[in-house]
């Protein structure tokens, strides 16, 4: 059963517009499943899954096979494995001088990515798949669902709470055991542990000097490991607000894992009935509303206000639509509290959102809402 995923109109267009198209995102997310939608009414395509070993070897003479299929919209999955076929890439657009040549699609950001290709600015358009977004499984699965499994597809689709426990199981253990072997120099057992605090502190400033004197390593470890985990989609790091407000503000970024159940599972909890319990809950929360912005509005510019006074707001948005401050609340009866207040005195945001687990929501004053995510996303877009 394919699910209609929000990035497809997006890849479909920048096929149009560029040489080449890269979807990138977390292992498992569905990557290669939306390629197979994005292509499955073309006629000229080739498909290539770089971790198979009888697409890998086709591509020992790399120039030559890609160039005989010049007539064809080439797509090569997890490109990560190959990294030194970028330059070709390059050359082979530069050549062709055409428009929707290449899909490719890699676990890894672009920063990482470009590490080892030539930059191919000016030719490709990246475009980041997360996890299902709400509004893309909201008519099938519940919230708690959601919460509870994550949005990766075979943890979210997984017939009961235990089989998508063991689901995650096996990816968190593939992740270090296996994908990390492409970066050199790591230490799974040292990464599990910094993912599994990072868990406890899920949404919290990251102390890099703590988390170094728990792991028995550098500050500079911890910022390369969190670096790496933040480059293939396992964390996401929201910086704090830049703008100077004369006042002391955190400096630091927060950290969160970047679905819930992994989260869940690195915290050795499983299901609803135990994370609504769990210290743990709010800080899901906060994920799933910054993953569904992330998702929905890419070019948003996102951070955080956060004094050492206790002034703070969760995410700050700036679109082209104004700037926003959104405070989220797992209560079905959510208020501002004093420190909420204080800091959107001094941010002085266009309007004021909380997001909380609601079907519907409801206006606080004249500068301020109560919203569901899919309301909070629409009212980003300027859809309300």
Known sequence: MYINRVLENRVLESLGNTPVTAITGPRQCGKSTLARAVIKDRDNTIFLDLEKPSDLN???NAEWFLKSQKDKLIVLDEIQRKPGLFPLIRSLCDEWQQNGKFLILGSASRDLLQQSSESLAGRISYKRL???????IEDKYSLNDYISSG???????????????????DFISTFLERDLLLWSGLSPSTMRRLW?????NNGQTINYTSFGNSLGVSNTTIRNYLDLLAGT????????????????????????????????????IRGFAQISGHPVLGSLWESIVLTNIKGHIPGANLSFYRTSNGAEIDIVAETEKGVFAIECKSSLSPKLNKGNRYAIDTIRPDHTFIVAPVKEGWSVDERTDVVSVGELIKYLQGQV
């Open 58 to 60: 086709k591509l020992d």
């Open 130 to 136: 997360t996890p299902f977004l709400l509004s893309e």
């Open 151 to 169: 949005g990766f597809p075979r943890s979210l689709l997984a017939k009961d709470d235990l089989s998508s426990a063991e689901w995650l199981d």
């Open 196 to 200: 599994q605090m990072t868990a406890h």
């Open 233 to 268: 989609f396992m964390v996401d790091l929201l910086p704090a607000c830049h703008k100077n407000f004369g006042k002391r503000i955190v400096k630091a970024p927060k950290v969160y894992v970047s679905d819930t159940g992994v989260t869940a599972r690195l915290l050795g």
